[in-house]
């Protein structure tokens, strides 16, 4: 494999191809028109433009993607995370082209693509599944009976979901055919399948997934556990590796079902299996996602392995060059991943230039971004900036290093999560690992973040501004008289 394409954009196929260059492979980059001067497109050895900036004019244009790779003697298809990245037929239509696809097969994608059929695979495995309905609702009044065995609250979920999209929680039995309608009407609107099923809520639950690497010749490890419990509207913002609350005995026995659940699909590459445990540390299978997570880095941290070379590793036909008991797992790292959004307002997302950026560096500390200073956050995709890690010998020192390093972030021109990441990172029940789902629930409180200032960050952005133009020598020099107008940082500076 000499040249790869990364169909995809911003700090994932950035971090792809850092990758594929450490590995002496060529790399290929996509875009939009919207990302024609974005990093990766720069960082790329060749670069082909889509269209236009929506994503069913580009990203998701999985037949212009094969075409050029093909007329560009691509060997490899990286899907990155998102967009084409767990299309089965996508994934088919590549090897077809006589192209390798960097991810699992078009059958082990269908068949936990789809959670009902995952289910299924499981329960072969003995894989321990929330108690719920079998299939797809289709008889209310079974819909029922099955909700009064398992007793209420229960989850209406979307077999083709994710991201809290067709998912419904119902506290009560009144209420139980009006959400269970709502949930099938979202599905199809976002998935175009109104599939849903019910599970028995978990209460206070813990969402703990585990990642799996599988080659082509039988071979299947784990590589630990990460602990996603800090979500808003049912999307993670904060993950970290190892959990908090996991025994060494519990931590393999996890590990072990998501291997067997790996084993239930015949699945090859990297792929994560995503666990729901109550307060009585019972856990459960929810899902598998057939592909490279946006948390991947800290396990990386913690093992030492680049999941990126491997997975190319695996889809050039290697076996995996590690057995389980050679995997280590060593200190604590944290990821907060860095939005476009206003945590004081619901986190609503923002757009607007990068006035400022500046990256924080230092030990343990790692920033995956596709972002420069000037450029503009675009609305066509989704909000995130980057994702901040930092890694320590164990969690507090993970966790204190974090807290320095979102402060030493510097991002001016659109407001960030980057202050709901340091409100974590102190508040008492991470600190004591003491939390679950619900923590934006029951512990944020928006009031307690500083408003955001455009005074100060238009102050900030001169001042930065002022300071580089110093450091490089290209202030002119002017006449003291007076009637030299100072520079507008000089005049704020001493109010």
């Known amino acids: 494999m000499k040249k790869i394409l990364v169909a995809n954009r911003g700090e994932i196929a950035l971090r792809i191809m850092k990758s594929a260059r450490e590995m002496g492979i060529a790399t290929v980059a996509v875009y939009s028109e919207a990302d024609r001067n974005a990093p990766h497109v720069q960082y790329a050895d060749e670069a082909v433009c889509l269209g236009p900036p929506p994503s069913n004019q580009s990203y998701l244009r999985g037949d212009k993607i094969i075409a050029s790779a093909q007329q560009l003697g691509v060997d490899g298809i990286h899907p990155g995370y998102g967009f084409l990245s767990e299309n089965g037929d996508f994934a088919n239509a590549v090897e077809e082209a006589g192209i390798s696809f960097i991810g699992p097969s078009a059958k082990s994608m269908r068949i936990m693509g789809d959670k009902l059929s995952a289910k299924e695979a499981a329960k072969a495995f003995d894989i321990p599944l929330v108690p719920g309905t079998e299939g797809a609702l289709e008889d209310p009044q079974e819909a029922m009976e099955v909700c009064r065995k398992i007793g209420f609250p229960v989850l209406v979920k979307a077999s083709a979901g994710g991201g809290g999209k067709g998912m419904r929680i119902v506290e009560k039995e009144e209420n139980l055919e009006e959400e269970i309608h709502s949930a099938i009407s979202e599905a199809e609107s976002a998935f ?99 592909r490279l997570q946006v948390e991947h880095p800290v396990t990386e941290m913690v093992t030492g392995i680049d999941l990126v070379k491997e997975q190319i590793k695996v889809a050039r036909g290697e076996k995996l060059g590690f057995a389980q008991k050679d ?40 920033v995956d971004d596709g972002f420069e200073e000037g450029m503009d956050m675009p609305i066509h995709y989704d909000p995130m900036i980057a994702k901040l890690v930092t890694f320590g010998q164990d969690r507090d020192e993970a966790r204190q290093r974090m807290i320095r390093a979102a402060r030493d972030y510097q991002i001016v021109g659109v407001t960030t999560t980057l202050d709901f990441g340091v409100y974590v990172m102190e508040h008492p029940a991470f600190i004591s690992g003491d939390f679950n789902t619900h923590f934006v629930q029951n512990h944020f409180d928006p009031a307690s973040l500083t408003p955001a200032s455009r005074e100060y960050e238009e102050e900030a952005a001169l001042l930065t501004a002022y300071l580089l133009e110093e450091r490089e020598g290209e202030t002119r020099a002017a006449p003291q008289t007076a009637s030299t107008t100072p520079s507008r940082w000089k005049t704020r500076r001493t109010r």
Request: hydrophobic share 35%.
């Open 192 to 290: 175009g399948n109104g599939a849903v099923f019910i599970e028995k809520y978990v209460a206070s639950p813990r969402h703990i997934e585990v990642q799996v690497l599988c080659d082509k010749h039988g071979h299947q490890v784990h590589l630990y556990e990460r602990d996603c419990s800090v979500q808003r509207r049912h999307q993670k913002v904060v993950e970290e590796a190892p959990s908090a609350v996991l025994s060494p005995q519990l931590r393999a026995q996890m590990g072990q079902k998501a291997v067997d659940v790996a084993r239930s699909c015949d699945y090859v590459g990297a792929g994560t299996v995503e666990f729901i445990m109550d307060a009585d540390h019972n856990f459960y299978f929810m899902e598998m996602n057939t």
């Open 327 to 366: 995997i280590p797992l060593q200190g604590h790292a944290i990821e907060v991943r860095v939005y476009a959004e206003n945590a004081r307002e619901n986190f609503m997302p923002d757009i607007g230039k990068l006035r400022v950026y500046r990256r924080p560096h230092g030990t343990g500390v790692r």
